[in-house]
């Protein structure tokens, strides 16, 4: 990611340390992961040091320190979709794809993930590829719906 | 600053306002196991190890003595069934990481831990934290860190500041409850830094 | 938009507001909340857009995109006002027949209408169908009227008049007073009452002082924040607004999950909305009080929805809790005096000061006032947000407005309270909800989840559940909650699988003890509760695992198996092309059989059997017939 870019990011809100979540937020959203030289850039502007922004990248799920893949699986493990059967399909995903949560496969096709619940509970068992949300799903249907990304 | 007068175990004691219960009962003489605690550190509380029953107003609880602040009129118990219980407990949880650290071994001994009632996850850290800390409180370097949460939570050194600073430093080693930092500094190096950086 | 000035210059616009609008003029309303957003209500609001322009009616009937109606399981709703005609789980296709009918010539479309379960009959309107008529909605209510886009339309139901009431005609004190008065406890975990925490920071001495609304809901099965603050930010923003006001703060924030994007978005929009109208900054309607908020967003962790965490986190840090033992009332963000509530307790707030203390605590019941939204997920015919007034027996909610159990199965539990709650068993079902209620039968009110369970969910796996949901949550930072949570997960996980111990029980009672009385924060203090309540009530199911290797609920994938009876095998080969493990033998008039070690377990089989041969059975805790040798797989029923 480009420096310059990230600068841009800092200057939306200001070099404070009070933003650095929101910084990295964005620059995880634009960018997809958090790479290093991106990481050393805010540390120095924001006057944090490098090891708390480590921390706090690798703590929170919505930040990334590796690249991603193509297509982003979320499998939603709520407790509604739980009792309804969310391992089935996370099964199901895990089958087809050759990995699991947390893992982007090597031709960076997917990354899989599992959150804990989207908000979508009258539709569970839910999961959601990139962004898309697929309700009601079956071990069958998840296959298929994979199917139809390359 | 005003004298705060309360009770540990029996004894009358006196400790300065805003004094917390571990330190007034270290100046009693009254002995409290801890773990993630040092004088030149903010209190962290991560341990556990230090958890005593306070009783104010006839209600009870069990709380941490390095954070907790005396008051005038407190009771402080420092050794009771329940607390036996949670310090035996909390030192076998760390036992399943750190089976063989001389710390632990002893602390096992006084209160009957056993070290095998868990299943084995031999990580030899225990989020102490005290490198950590001592590291940024203190030295004011930041050169090892904690990454990740949860059970997946680590301490790893940021090899650029590390490679720059720990060499002459190596003042958390002995910090480490159970050993394991030096290890982890030796690998990092081995790994990361090339001889003649460190000598330079 | 032109900056108010006074209390009267809302009243003047809000006049204008409502003049501009005929309230006879047909209205459609269509939710576009989260849920029925991802069952398609943008392609049936384009459809709308498209025939009603085709139609000529663009100009004559508006449409409105709102926040969620709560009847999610219904989606997508669509709401044809002055009648309030309800249509439900509508498509595209339907759009064009709606408005010919019941747009242009006032008739019905039966066909999407809600079916009465009991008499069979059609129901149109909304007060008339039981999930909404059983229902007390006065916070939730206003979702289904308004486009959370609009600021006019907030003012036009009556928005801000609580604000400008409180600025013009009450002193902070009062506000404080009023607030306590009505006994509005937190909505948001522990139920602590709202008034005596604001109070404690009105106290504080220090002068800089901050507000904040915990948006960061993250219990699994739960939403009812998200609705709220996508659905109605300024009721959220309006409460926030008198809480500052009731003890001199003067910046505030809204802590919210970006996993919400819509809410993010509403609120964002709405905050812009109201400082261009003169309701938030300097000087709010002429009254010399100032105010701002920001929006944070939350970057997924669960323990931010803990206080002390959730400041850590706004101060831009790791989103670890504080070992103090001041409440951060007193000293919270940055150190300074910080009231922090969460959403629905905002949004009661307005309602307080506009209706009175003494309105509120006729509602609901002496300990616990006014009304509580919760979500109804799980096992359950209507999924979806309801609010009820507290002490509503559980039963009313299950039955009455949730319609009950799907499938003639048979209700097992109620879990209330989120990860940190308990399992209700049936025989409590007459329990009053309200937050001592649940307290003492060992749940909890929680943010307000509800989760139905059936008599196919297993308790130990519920149990399991929950406590691997929160070992991953866990921030790590105590030993009893981290490493405790640890050991209880995989105790937990071998009774699961089959490889329970005599004595796992006592260990399993010692972790929570220890987690219980000496974990750092409320998240590790409550995490042994989901385990505790389990065995309270289902111990039995917990020994089945352990001595018999049994899984009572046929749940446990590593103790059942599935079977195809030979009996009632017809050979019609759905199993076999469905099953995805490609794990069953058979060929037409061949009885089919499931090779045990290829079989995953899923479950397509006994899915896809037709019921009237019923073939494939579950078993547990019994060995599996063998094979059946060759010669007699021919099949042999018939009829």
Known sequence: ?150 | MSEVRLQIDGQEVAAPEGATVLEAAQGAGIPIPTLCHHEKLEPFGSCRLCTVEVERGGRKQHVVSCVYPVAEGLTVRTRTPEIERIRRVILELYLAHAPEAPRLKALAEEYGADKDRFGKESSFCIHCGLCVRYCAEVKKKHAVGFINRGTKKEIAFVPDIAARECWKCKECFPLCPTSWLQAAYVLVEGILFPREEQQA | MERLHSPAELEAFRKAVLTDRAPDQPCITLCAGSACHACGCNDVAEAVRVELAKQGLADRVHLRLTGCHGFCERGPILVIQPESVCYFQLTAADVPEIIEKTVKAGERVERLLYVDPDSGDPLAREDEIPFYKHQQRIVFGSNGSIDPKSIEDYVAIGGYSALAKALSEMTPEQVLDEVKRANLRGRGGGGFPAGIKWEGTRNAPDPVKYVVVNADEGDPGAYMDRSLLEGNPHAVLEGLILGAYAVGAHEGYVYVRQEYPLAVENVTLAIQKAEELGLLGDDILGSGFSFRVKVHRGAGAFVCGESTALMTALEGRVGEPRPKYIRSNVRGLWNRPTVLNNVETWANVPLIIQNGADWFTRIGTETSSGTKIFSIVGKITNTGLVEVPMGMPLRDIVYKIGGGIPGGKRLKAVQTGGPSGGCLPEHMLDLPVGFDELTQAGSMMGSGGMIVMDEDTCMVDVARYFIEFLTDESCGKCVPCREGLRQMLAILTRICRGEGRDGDLEILEDLSVVAKEAALCGLGKSAPNPFLSTLRYFRDEYEAHIREKRCPALSCKDLIAFHIDPDRCRACGRCRRKCPAEAISGAKNVIHQIDQDLCTKCGTCLEVCPERFGAVRKISGEPVPPPLPEDQRTVRARG
């Not at chain 1, 697929?134 to 994979?146: I, N, Q, R, S, V």
Request: aromatic letters at 6%; hydrophobic letters at 40%.
């Open chain 1, 1 to 150: 990611m480009d420096i310059a870019r990230v600068d841009q990011i800092i200057d939306r809100y200001g070099a404070d340390e009070s933003y650095l979540i929101q910084v990295l937020l964005d620059i995880q959203t634009e960018n997809n992961w958090l790479p290093h030289e991106a990481l050393e850039r805010v540390a120095e502007r924001l006057r944090v040091p490098l090891s708390r922004i480590l921390h706090i990248a690798t703590f929170y799920k919505a930040f990334s320190t590796v690249p991603k893949g193509r297509h982003r699986i979320h499998v939603c493990m709520g407790t509604a979709c739980h009792v309804r059967g969310a391992q089935r399909v996370l099964d199901a995903v895990q089958e087809a794809t050759g990995i699991k949560p947390g893992e982007t496969d090597l031709e960076l096709k997917f990354s899989l993930e599992t959150v804990n619940c989207l908000g979508c509970c009258a539709l569970g068992p839910v999961m959601e590829i990139d962004g898309k949300t697929y309700g009601k799903m079956t071990p069958a249907e998840t296959a298929e719906a994979l199917r139809n990304h390359d």
